[in-house]
């Protein structure tokens, strides 16, 4: 009796572990245009194991057994993917999740710089300003303003100070030309 009750036994796991061989497979494609997804992710609820799928969207898990699994599929950037599926032997289980693309609009940078605030005082000869010396030198127009002075070798020729700087000093535009 004993020795029938551990040949059932011995039978019984040997019977489980045989059922216990077969290999879920498939391939992960793109249900628009039928690309194979690689990385995506495959996993079996009741077993807690799963498989990613390798450049050519193809997934592997070995060593399942005979049941009815609940099978997940996701993919970064896709609808994740659940089905039921029975295994009695080697099945063969193809996943299409729909792969979309998550843009990001435009973006634009915009930078405004303050304008510099200088420390030293600006004065200008307006144009009002500079009618009022209409005929005279640009030396004698320029003594109107705070801290300008002239240097005069000449009834016609006067150099401007301007804070005590003269001559190669001064930088003096005449509509933009030195």
Same mark, same amino acid.
């Given at each position: 009796?004993? $020795?029938?009750?551990?040949?059932?036994? *011995?039978?019984?796991?040997?019977?489980?572990?045989?059922?216990?061989?077969? &290999?879920?497979?498939? $391939?992960?494609?793109?249900?628009?245009?039928?690309? /194979? *997804?690689?990385?995506?992710?495959?996993?079996?609820?009741?077993?807690?194991?799963?498989?990613?799928?390798?450049?050519? %969207?193809?997934?592997?898990?070995?060593?399942?057994?005979? %049941?009815?699994?609940?099978?997940?599929? #996701?993919?970064? %950037?896709?609808?994740?993917?659940?089905?039921?599926?029975?295994?009695?032997? +080697?099945?063969?289980?193809?996943?299409? /999740?729909? #792969?979309?693309? #998550?843009?990001?609009?435009?973006?634009?940078?915009?930078?405004?710089?303050?304008?510099?605030?200088? &420390?030293? /005082?600006?004065?200008?000869? =307006?144009? =009002?300003?500079?009618?009022?010396?209409?005929?005279?030198?640009?030396?004698?127009?320029? $003594?109107?303003? &705070?801290?300008?002075?002239?240097?005069?070798? %000449?009834?016609?020729?006067? =150099? /401007?100070?301007?804070?005590? *700087?003269?001559? +190669?000093?001064?930088?003096?535009? +005449? +509509?933009?030309?030195?």
């Amino acid at each position: 009796m004993q $020795k029938s009750i551990v040949f059932c036994f *011995l039978f019984l796991c040997n019977y489980s572990f045989a059922q216990c061989e077969y &290999t879920l497979t498939g $391939k992960v494609i793109d249900h628009h245009d039928r690309t /194979p *997804l690689e990385f995506a992710e495959i996993f079996i609820k009741e077993l807690k194991r799963g498989a990613l799928t390798d450049s050519l %969207g193809n997934y592997t898990i070995p060593n399942i057994c005979t %049941g009815t699994y609940t099978i997940t599929c #996701h993919h970064m %950037g896709c609808d994740s993917v659940e089905t039921i599926i029975n295994v009695e032997g +080697n099945t063969v289980q193809n996943f299409y /999740p729909e #792969h979309h693309l #998550h843009e990001l609009g435009l973006i634009n940078v915009v930078i405004t710089r303050d304008p510099e605030k200088s &420390t030293s /005082p600006v004065n200008e000869l =307006k144009e =009002k300003e500079l009618e009022k010396t209409r005929g005279a030198s640009l030396g004698e127009a320029l $003594k109107n303003i &705070t801290g300008v002075n002239t240097i005069q070798t %000449g009834s016609t020729i006067s =150099k /401007p100070v301007i804070h005590g *700087l003269h001559s +190669n000093r001064i930088l003096i535009l +005449n +509509n933009g030309i030195r």
